[in-house]
Antibody, heavy 125, light 107 residues
């Protein structure tokens, strides 16, 4: 069974940093692109960032570009999101999600299956 | 960015009803359209990919149609377990974008 478990969320002050992690199991992590998607509780979904299987290609939403960095460690089957200069509007539940396509060439043609349970990030003073 | 607009934003229907949710893209996305179902307190789960292909194991009462800019998710006979919020997502280009969601309630 594919399992994605996020961690690292919490309460942080505006301007500070936080690093999210996603531990993957049940599949060959190194073969799949991975993404972060966030959701303000009770609101809609926003794609945040994606990374291809060998870290050659990363993409970001404009709202986080220059502040967030996605990375992965295939040896540890782990995905990360380094979030700097956090703002109150970054408050959301952050989901880690797997691409369904092995060795996806273009992460811009991706969708998400499955998703983790999410980790809540609250940015507030 | 490609904007995805869903309608209605919410609906209430009876068990056995046929339910239709629409999703419109701000530009043509070919058939690069995904549908997800989200239950309260749970992560989304994808239902349909490439606009019309049903996820393996998903109930056959769910179907998708459309191409270009206009897409539809249909539940042919609504069941009690179908409550939740449904989202469309375009997988045509970065940034990957979602519709605002349609909340389905059972009368």
């Amino acid at each position: 069974e594919v399992l994605l478990v996020e961690s690292g969320g919490g309460l942080v002050q505006p301007g500070r940093s936080l690093r999210l992690s996603c531990a993957a199991s049940g599949f060959t992590f190194a073969d799949y692109a991975m993404h972060w998607v966030r959701q303000v509780p009770g609101r809609g979904l926003e794609w945040v960032s994606g990374i291809n299987w060998n870290s050659d290609h990363t993409e970001y939403a404009d709202s986080v570009k220059g502040r967030f960095t996605i990375s992965r460690d295939n040896a540890k089957s782990s995905l990360y999101l380094q979030m700097n200069s956090l703002r109150p509007d970054d408050t959301a539940l952050y989901y880690c999600a797997k691409s369904p396509t092995i060795f996806a060439v273009n992460i811009g043609r991706d969708w998400f299956d499955p998703w983790g349970q999410g980790t809540l990030v609250t940015v507030s003073s | 960015d490609i904007q995805m607009t869903q309608s209605p934003s919410s609906l209430s229907a009876s068990v056995g009803d046929r339910v239709t949710i629409t999703c419109r893209a701000s530009q043509s996305i070919s058939s690069y359209l995904i549908w997800y179902q989200q239950k309260p307190g749970r992560a989304p789960k994808f239902l349909i990919y490439d606009a019309t292909s049903l996820r393996s194991g998903a109930p056959s009462r769910f179907s998708g149609s459309g191409y270009g800019t206009d897409f539809t998710l249909t539940i042919s006979s609504l069941q009690p377990e179908d409550f939740g919020t449904y989202y469309c997502q375009q997988s045509y280009s970065i940034p990957l974008t979602f519709g605002g969601g349609t909340k389905v309630e059972i009368k």
